[in-house]
């Protein structure tokens, strides 16, 4: 990997920047809407967020609705013509706060490199306890470039636990705009690594539909167990949802209009001890969709997948191994039809892994390997400065790494750098215009407060 030259006014403002964080975090006591319900420190349920521990599992398991026993008002008890009441104490309101510094090795044209965001977004979240077994995670995030306030990712669930042969069954309902976002493990798109991304940064043309094509754009409803805490299942059933489009849906100006609806399924098997915890598992999707339509021909998608994580605790410290592997078939007549991609059946490989060590709940570090390759279309994966592909490959590979410290439980500094090796299909001139893949090697700077 080739090493960004960094500028001594780059390095001035990170260090003022950085200097600026240390100093505000002294003081810094407020915790998270689910720390203050629950009365445990972020370490009770999170390695770092936002990798959840095995108790953070559970606790999401169950509907985020665990609580201390002084968390509700008393009421009447219920009969049949009076409803009980539950009110919880506070209001199980979060919220954060992301300023960032981006940079790549060599500039995007006509632009200025080194992109200084303050903010880079603001997060609101409504998480925790709505009443016995309900709870969410709710979040509308500003973002700074759009300038405005949004839906981001959400998750409203019911979920209750009973017995059965004498083992534990926890099974739910649940809500979300986003599929893979219902998981409980770090391993799948939704909540995979990298934890933390630059926005301005060139990003490779090509990826499955699991993999954010449809956060925030969609709503589903689905079920979910959890048995004996060894076996896990869940399907959800997606139906389009533009936000901030009028209804009922048009189609026009949307890349994915779902057709009927699309079904998600999820199963894993973990084994949770003391010291080790494992878990492997498969996932997947089909979806046909009207590109940019609600009616003639569609896209057909299956995506099929594999995951593992182990983590293993050593003394005070954890050890993280995750990865995936996510095909993607699809037939894309809909997109044929509208010019935009050619005949023929198409295919998407993706592949990612990542091993991360936690020092404590302080510092962790992690470095990955990331993979993307496919079908060749020129039609496609068009030429175009920089986004584009001179010869209509799909394939994209490269490593990255993480450094992550946490002064205070709610405030964290984070470093990451991500190198190509290929990008869109090349090395070397990979768009046509004379851009390499390394020249979109990226550095990232990022703090976030979290209260």
């Not at 449809?214 to 959890?226: C, I, K, P, R, S």
């Not at 750098?417 to 299909?425: A, E, P």
Request: glycine content about 10%.
């Amino acid at each position: 990997m080739k090493h960004l030259p960094w500028r001594k006014g780059n390095l001035l403002t990170v260090a003022m920047l950085s200097a600026f964080i240390f100093a505000s975090s002294r003081s810094a006591t407020a915790l998270p809407s689910y720390a203050r319900q629950t009365g445990l420190a972020c370490s009770g349920c999170h390695y770092n967020p936002p990798e959840l521990n095995p108790a953070g599992r559970l606790f999401k398991l169950l509907a985020y609705t665990q609580k201390m026993d002084n968390s509700t008002v008393p009421a009447p008890t219920p009969d049949k013509r009076r409803p009980g009441l539950e009110m919880l104490q506070n209001l199980p309101l979060g919220a954060w706060f992301e300023t960032s510094m981006t940079s790549t090795r060599k500039a995007q044209p006509g632009s200025q490199n080194a992109s200084f965001e303050f903010p880079q977004d603001i997060s609101l979240f409504l998480a925790g306890a709505w009443a016995d077994h309900l709870g969410s995670f709710l979040q509308v995030t500003y973002n700074a470039q759009d300038d405005h306030f949004g839906m981001d990712n959400t998750d409203i669930r019911f979920a209750k636990k009973t017995k059965v042969n004498g083992k534990d069954l926890i099974y739910g309902l649940m809500m979300n705009n986003n599929p893979t976002l219902e998981d409980v493990w770090m391993t799948l798109p939704g909540w995979g690594y990298p934890f933390v991304a630059p926005d301005s940064s060139p990003t490779p043309a090509a990826s499955a539909i699991l993999q954010g094509a449809l956060a925030q754009d969609v709503a589903g409803f689905g079920g979910y167990t959890m048995w004996d805490n060894h076996l896990y299942g869940a399907v959800t059933l997606y139906r389009s949802d533009h936000m901030g489009s009028p209804q009922p849906n048009s189609g026009t100006g949307a890349s994915y209009n779902i057709s009927g609806l699309a079904p998600y399924w999820r199963v894993a098997y973990q084994e949770s001890g003391r010291i080790n915890v494992f878990e492997a598992g498969l996932y997947g999707m089909h979806m046909s969709s009207f590109p940019g339509a609600i009616t003639g021909p569609t896209d057909d998608y299956t995506d099929f997948g594999t995951d593992f994580e182990y983590d293993r605790t050593i003394g005070r410290d954890v050890l993280s191994v995750r990865g995936t592997y996510l095909r993607e078939n699809s037939t894309l007549d809909g997109s044929v039809q509208a010019g935009s991609a050619s005949p023929g059946s198409h295919h998407l490989n993706t592949a990612n892994a990542n091993v991360e060590y936690h020092y404590g709940n302080r510092i962790s570090g992690t470095v990955g390997w990331f993979l993307t390759s496919g079908t060749a279309d020129t039609t496609l994966y068009a030429p175009a400065s920089v986004s584009g592909s001179a010869n209509g490959s799909p394939r994209s590979e490269g490593i990255s790494g993480n450094f992550s410290y946490w002064p205070v439980q709610n405030v964290d500094i984070s470093f990451q750098y991500n190198g190509y090796n290929r990008f869109n299909g090349g090395s070397t001139n990979y768009d046509g215009s004379g851009r390499n893949a390394s020249d979109n090697d990226t550095s990232y700077l990022l703090i976030r407060y979290i209260f």
